[in-house]
């Protein structure tokens, strides 16, 4: 989504606000909590090989199917 | 907590932790066109009143403190999320991951071509009155669901 969504948001609610705009964040910024994660572990991403996030693993298809494809949640994938 | 477009809330783990790791309670549901509910209950734009359910559920709970129900929404949640405490009084605060504004503006430029065609999503209404006592957006700039360059809000 873009980010512009979320600032036009921000704009326009009635009461107290606060935007946090993720710089090199992707949707959602998963990118950065992955990073952030190892950072704090003092990994890197190369270093742990692929791990999952939990809720993106599936194909994003737009077909409906109870075939999940299994979600490692990102604290369990950590050593 | 309310998770995307046609995810589920076993997805939500991840996102519940903080939460739980702070002392705060979580309830992760999954609405009409998410995860075992899309099979009986089609997605529609009106999430409050899966919402309103939700929220009747929580007052049910004496173990929960309803006077301070916060929602969580990420992806089309961070829609859903916003858009239910502009219905719904009993939502003090809220956080709004990567919503959309206005998915319908941004729907013919989704990345992937299967979203071309499909019914568009209703804009937010237009709501007198404070949405919440407080509203935190979040987004990542560097987004590529929509090329910015592409959206429209």
């Not at chain 1, 809720?55 to 490692?72: M, N, Q, T």
């Not at chain 2, 702070?22 to 999430?47: N, S």
């Not at chain 2, 502009?86 to 206005?102: S, Y």
Request: glycine share 12%; hydrophobic share 40%; aromatic share 6%.
């Amino acid at each position: 989504m873009p980010a512009a969504d979320a600032e036009r948001l921000a704009r326009e609610v009635d009461g107290p606000v606060e935007l946090m705009m993720i710089e090199d964040g992707n949707h959602i910024a998963t990118n950065r909590a992955l990073s952030l994660a190892l950072a704090k572990r003092g990994l890197d991403e190369g270093a742990v090989g692929l791990i999952v996030m939990a809720g993106h693993s599936r194909p994003k298809d737009g077909v409906a199917s109870l075939a999940y494809v299994p979600a490692i949640p990102l604290r369990g994938a950590m050593p | 907590m309310a998770v995307g477009l046609d995810s589920t809330k076993e997805e939500g783990d991840a996102y519940e932790a903080p939460f739980l790791a702070r002392g705060v309670a979580t309830l992760i549901f999954e609405g009409p066109g998410q995860g075992e509910a899309q099979y009986d209950f089609p997605i529609r734009g009106d999430y409050e009143v899966p919402v309103k359910a939700v929220l009747d559920y929580i007052e049910t709970r004496g173990d929960l403190d309803a006077s301070r129900i916060g929602m969580w929404g990420v992806s089309l949640g961070g829609y859903y999320a916003p858009r239910a405490a502009a219905f719904d009084g009993r939502i003090k605060a809220c956080i709004a991951l990567g919503g959309p504004f206005n998915w319908g503006a941004n729907w013919d430029n989704l990345a992937g071509p299967d979203a071309r065609g499909l019914p568009r999503a209703q804009p937010y209404p237009h709501r007198r009155g404070r949405a919440a006592d407080r509203i935190d957006a979040v987004a990542g700039r560097a987004s590529r669901r929509i090329s910015p360059a592409r959206s429209s809000s």
